[in-house]
């Protein structure tokens, strides 16, 4: 019967973290390291899902029990939660295998669930033929996302959706994508696996306890995030670095910055790196610097000798795509 290979991207947030879920901007960039879904129509009223990266293998479902999670790994929750939406969304149905395939772990925070979602409805829209453009996508999505873990600003779907680098508004309110030229990224890994909705509830619990101190943070943030545009837009790269450094010590205001993260960003800082922060959620996950080429290897190998990983990805990858 019909198949289809589809692929979506990993990201990696350049600027306004947790701001955006209050209705701030941020900045996200794509990464070159993909996942790939295979999504084929088969006979039955079932669907069967093989993600061998969050250990899943031989996974079926009936149809008429979408939906209904039991501590399923995310990667399943998000697949089988994108089929039951799409489904009742366009009205069809059929009985499906899937498999995905990453070019990076799920550990990393490089938005696996969010690139597996986009690429399953892209596939989806191809095989039932039905015309979905990029915010009909993102919506679907979206809703998809807040059915499985409660909170998200959606930025991750934006940028698996469009690619490259993009400024983006809490639940896709603006979507700009910006025409960057290269950016010079280092990301450094920090080994531990950060959970976002934790995060997220944690700086919401913040900011009940002190709003207006909380709410004039993410107004800096959102400062920070508007000019980083501007000097992304013009190549700026070594003011953009020092916007990062600005953005780092907000977010550590948060309180979502570990040891382990400022350990590689010192690091990065300490041997020329124009600016460094945290990337995402916090709590672990990666860091990222701004750096000359020319620094390129010292500041990896420093963020290596603070106990970090360092991840080679090229940014401004192309968003979601049928192979
Ligand atoms: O941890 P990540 O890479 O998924 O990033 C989370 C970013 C937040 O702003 C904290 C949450 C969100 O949905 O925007």
Redesign the pocket.
Known sequence: MKKIKVSAPGKL?LFG??A??YNRP?IVTTVDQRIRVLIELVFGDEIKIDAPEVGVAGYTKKLGLLGQHKNLPKGVQFLETSIKNFFEKYKVKSGLRIETKSEFSSEF?F?SSSAVTVAAFKGLSELFKIKMDNKKLFDLAHKTVLDVQG??????LAAAIWGGTVFFVTGGKKVIPLKVKKLPLVVGYTGIK?D?PT??KKVAILRENNKKLVDSIFDQISLLTNKAKTLLLRGNFKKTGELMNLNQELLDALGVNTKELSNLIIAARETGAWGAKL???GGG?CMIAFIKEEKRKAVESAIQKAGGRVIKVRPNAEGVKIE
Do not use: N, W
């Open positions: 947030m973290e947790h955006v879920v941020c925070g938005g909170v998200g600003s959606g930025f991750d950060a976002t995060m997220v990337s995402g959620a996950d």
